[in-house]
């Protein structure tokens, strides 16, 4: 499965922004789908997920009650909408799905696709 990443961009602290992540060459079904973002000199870290059976979500404690995850079947679409964006949020936030155990629904090396990435820059 190809993933492409959309919708980043250059947003003030306190704004909005919408990513999205499509799928090509196979659907999501029966996989789960995550965001991760890695930020300058940082380690990949887990930002949020949504899993296929239950639609149930995880987020990352930093970003809970601000991100939501979403995802829209019919159009193999996977979506972050982030609200309230500080500036410790800017990173590279990527795209990702697999077949992934719940107990590994935080672990980037249990996701077997991955998009290309998309910068998010919170200024102060």
């Known amino acids: 499965v190809r993933l492409q990443a959309s919708g980043g961009g250059l947003v003030q602290a306190g704004g909005s922004l919408r990513l999205a992540c499509a799928a090509s060459?196979?659907?999501?079904?029966?996989?789960?789908q995550a965001w991760f973002r890695q930020a300058p000199g940082k380690e990949r870290e887990f930002v949020a997920a949504?899993?296929?059976?239950?639609?149930?979500?995880y987020y990352a404690d930093s970003v809970k009650g601000r991100f939501t995850i979403s995802r829209d079947n019919a159009k193999d679409t996977v979506y972050l909408q982030m609200n309230s964006l500080k500036p410790e949020d800017t990173a590279v936030y990527y795209c990702?799905?697999?077949?992934?155990?719940?107990?590994?629904?935080?672990?980037?090396?249990?996701?077997?696709?991955w998009g290309q990435g998309t910068q998010v820059t919170v200024s102060s």
């Open positions: 990702a799905t697999g077949p992934v155990i719940l107990s590994s629904t935080r672990d980037p090396e249990a996701y077997t696709s």
């Open positions: 060459g196979r659907t999501f079904r029966g996989q789960s």
């Open positions: 949504i899993r296929w059976s239950g639609g149930n979500t």
